[in-house]
């Protein structure tokens, strides 16, 4: 059973750092490109950072760019997040997915706050 358990979600000041974990299981997660994605209330689900299946290459959404970090471990099965500098408009449920040609994966969410 293929399982995509996100965390380290939690309530943030302005400026402040989180490093969001996702866990695999069920397929093969050495394989499958790893991207995180958010949804803020009332808005669509927008990817924030991808990468490959070596984790030698990265990609961010433009308003990521020099403070998000995405990075794996496939040793662990885990893709990871650093957020550094957060904002307001940060605010978001986090989502990691996986995807391998036509299979597409996704977990439940972590809730990232950034508020003072």
């Known amino acids: 059973q293929v399982q995509l358990a996100e965390s380290g979600g939690d309530l943030v000041q302005p400026g402040g750092s989180l490093r969001l974990s996702c866990a695999a299981s069920?397929?093969?997660?050495?394989?499958?490109?790893m991207s995180w994605y958010r949804q803020a209330p009332g808005k669509e689900r927008e990817l924030v950072a991808t990468?490959?299946?070596?984790?030698?290459?990265?990609f961010y959404a433009d308003s990521m760019k020099g403070r998000f970090t995405i990075s794996r471990d496939n040793a662990k099965n885990t893709v990871y997040l650093q957020m550094n500098s957060l904002k307001p408009e940060d605010s978001a449920v986090y989502y990691c997915?996986?995807?391998?040609?036509?299979?597409?994966?996704w977990g439940t969410g972590t809730l990232v706050t950034v508020s003072s």
């Open positions: 997915n996986a995807k391998l040609g036509f299979k597409n994966y």
């Open positions: 069920g397929f093969t997660f050495s394989t499958y490109v």
């Open positions: 990468v490959t299946t070596t984790g030698t290459r990265t």
